[in-house]
């Protein structure tokens, strides 16, 4: 009776393992069976959970990530632009992760430990939103650190749902992390008529829907503009609060939100080539545009400090996708962020006066972001043989710039000596009107002196949150053309060069370079001891602290008494010009007039032109292509050759 009831079980289990093996691989609306599909999401490194309300990068890359048929998430030139691979190495991806936020949320904590759980719960808020969030939709206590390693949702960073489930309704409304999500619901950029929704929503429950706000700026504002309180060195809190970033309100500050330029144009570009959204099912329509998950900024550092240390920190990203959004983030800095032209004035037998101007070409300003970031240029004078005759700017041994002022380097407009140095930067001051690096203390900027995008004014409602600070009125081009009218987002800095008894050729170098975690940041938070700011300690000191090159001009002048030839007098930049926008200056030149624009046809074409202080300000048409600039230097007649991309 045993054995016949063992052979009954084991033929009953046969059949019911045979049958759970056919429905494990049978098709299902594609071509991969459940088992399949699911060996192939086990394979990728991102973590796959499902919570109440969210899932993880991982559930989203079995269908968003890469497709082994070489399929789906593939360009018009064969490129994989899967949005799993191209987001796992950015900043966002590993916001969670990162030892300087890490550091610093802790070195917050210690210094006004009755707050640290408030204080904890609101930076994660924005650096691990899913944890974060879940924790406040299901009525939990505060999400804080001591519930962040344990959180496979908060470690995913900045993930997928992050941005796709935020409420259509209430983006751009709600900021400093108070985030609101409609459960169930996934937005992206296609109309509904366009996709197939029922397989997402039977796969993981998520209805796909259209919403405008994806490839709006609104999608970025709840945690890219941060108002925190301010507390006094007791830590009380005085009912002050200070900005502690405000990157979305200074593009509504800007030329780019009148003209529709939203975030995601540089930081996420678009292609407009038809791409296969999910991996599994060739049978769906390609989609287009579809906009690069690059997520790409300026922090080069900090970037290659994840890399170097991405199996210490458990970062599920490999050296070459580093690689790749390093690539990216470089190329973000030397083309899309800043155009400087390098003049002289004049030069005397003691003197010589450039002029070396900074156009902002960001949607925000520059720096921008968190308030450690700062830009710097560094400005170099040599004779024809190499001896140095004038510099600022420089670095020294401990990556601070020689010179630097404590606690903090004023404004310049003009600088005439090597101890001074124009930086870019935000200092904020405690209740006491002191700088603080401590953000709780923050009151308001005693400094605030980074470049403006073009198009900002003080006039605008947003105003309030991106104020210039520091910077005195007698700079009469900070930010404004030759007639008084804000909004250039420009800057001029002017070096006069004691060059007493030389007289022999120069040749002057700028340069402008960023850097976003310097060393007098560090020192306050580095004065506490924990594991998380002692580790971030040690990973600083063995990376590649080097500032990123932004951009870079030079310019060589004759001997003393000997004149240049006109041509050579005249300078037109930035060349190419991707706004349309070229300053034109002319060395030492009594007289400049400009006389006709011509296309490569020889064609007349449109322009407009302002006078500066330096020279004229011309803008080409829109249309992209070669252009002829004549004009008048002195009485002789010059054309200059210039490329709009």
Same mark, same amino acid.
């Given at each position: 009776? %045993? ?16 049958? @759970? ?68 190495? $950015?900043?966002? @991806? ?12 802790? &070195? ?24 974060? &969030? ?12 001591? /519930? ?21 309704? $209430? ?26 929704? @029922? ?25 890219? +503009? ?14 002050? /609060? ?29 292609? %407009? ?11 769906? %329509? ?178 309030? +949150? ?145 006078? +500066? ?33």
């Amino acid at each position: 009776m %045993n054995k016949t009831g063992i052979v009954i079980s084991l033929a009953v289990g046969l059949v019911l393992l045979l049958t @759970a093996w056919d429905f494990a691989v049978r098709p299902i609306a594609g071509p991969h069976g459940r088992l399949e599909l699911a060996m192939m999401r086990s394979a990728d490194s991102l973590p796959v959970v499902i919570s109440t309300y969210f899932a993880t990068s991982g559930r989203c890359a079995g269908c968003h990530g890469f497709d082994p048929q070489g399929i789906a998430s593939i360009d018009g030139q064969g490129r994989d632009v899967n949005v799993a691979d191209d987001w796992r190495s $950015t900043m966002m @991806a590993n916001s969670a992760r990162d030892p300087f936020f890490r550091a610093k949320i802790r &070195h917050e904590s210690l210094v006004n430990p009755a707050h640290a759980g408030a204080l904890q719960n609101k930076c994660l808020s924005c650096h691990a939103p899913l944890g974060m &969030h879940e924790e406040r939709m299901m009525g939990h206590p505060p999400f804080t650190l001591a /519930h962040l390693d344990t959180s496979v949702l908060g470690l995913d960073g900045v993930s997928c749902l992050s941005c796709h489930m935020q409420s259509e309704a $209430t983006a751009g409304t709600f900021f400093s992390g108070e985030l609101e999500f409609d459960s169930a619901r996934v937005y992206g950029p296609y109309a509904d008529d366009q996709i197939n929704p @029922a397989i997402m929503e039977f796969f993981v429950r998520f209805r796909p829907t259209y919403g405008s706000h994806i490839v709006n700026s609104k999608a970025c504002a709840g945690c890219h +503009t941060l108002v925190t309180e301010t507390a006094d060195l007791e830590g009380n809190l005085t009912g002050d /609060h200070f900005v502690e970033q405000a990157t979305y309100h200074e593009w509504l500050n800007s030329v780019y939100s009148a003209n529709g330029t939203q975030c995601n144009t540089c930081h996420m570009p678009r292609i %407009n080539d038809g791409i296969l959204l999910a991996a599994e099912y060739p049978f769906l %329509n390609p989609q287009s545009p579809f906009g690069l998950h690059h997520l790409v900024g300026g922090n080069e550092h900090m970037l290659r400090l994840l890399k170097q240390n991405r199996a210490a920190l458990a970062i599920p990203a490999s050296d070459t996708q580093f690689d790749s959004t390093l690539a990216r983030t470089r190329r973000m800095l030397a083309q899309h962020t800043l155009d400087i032209a390098l003049t002289l004035d004049h030069r005397t037998d003691d003197t010589a006066y450039f002029a070396l101007r900074l156009d902002n070409k960001a949607g925000h300003r520059f720096p921008s972001g968190y308030p450690s970031r700062r830009a710097f240029i560094e400005f170099i004078v040599l004779t024809a043989e190499g001896d140095t005759v004038f510099k600022s700017g420089l670095l020294n041994s401990a990556d601070e710039v020689e010179g630097h002022d404590s606690p903090y380097e004023p404004y310049y407009d003009v600088i005439t000596s090597s101890d001074q140095v124009q930086i870019y930067e935000m200092v904020m001051g405690d209740v006491n009107g002191d700088p603080t690096t401590v953000l709780e203390r923050a009151k308001e900027p005693i400094k605030d002196n980074r470049l403006a995008p073009v198009g900002f004014t003080s006039t605008h409602f947003a105003y309030d +949150t991106t104020r210039v600070a520091g910077v005195p009125a007698s700079d009469i081009d900070f930010n404004r053309n030759a007639f008084g009218d804000e909004g250039t987002g420009a800057d001029v800095v002017r070096f006069h060069i004691p060059i007493t008894g030389v007289s022999d050729a120069l040749h002057a170098f700028a340069r402008v370079w960023y850097q976003p975690v310097p060393p007098a940041w560090n020192q306050e938070m580095f004065s506490y001891s924990h594991p998380e700011i002692d580790a971030f300690r040690d990973m600083l000191e063995a990376s590649d602290r080097s500032p990123s090159l932004v951009a870079a001009d030079s310019l060589f002048l004759g001997p003393a008494g000997i004149a240049a030839p006109a041509a050579d007098r005249v300078r037109v930049a930035p060349n190419p010009t991707t706004d349309g926008w070229v300053s034109i200056t002319a060395e030492s030149a009594t007289s400049l007039t400009l006389l006709s624009v011509h296309d490569a046809r020889g064609a007349l074409a449109r322009f407009d032109q302002q006078r +500066t202080s330096q020279g004229l300000r011309l803008r080409l048409t829109d249309t992209a292509g070669t252009y002829f600039i004549r004009m008048r230097i002195d009485g002789e007649e010059v054309i200059k050759r210039i490329l709009r991309p």
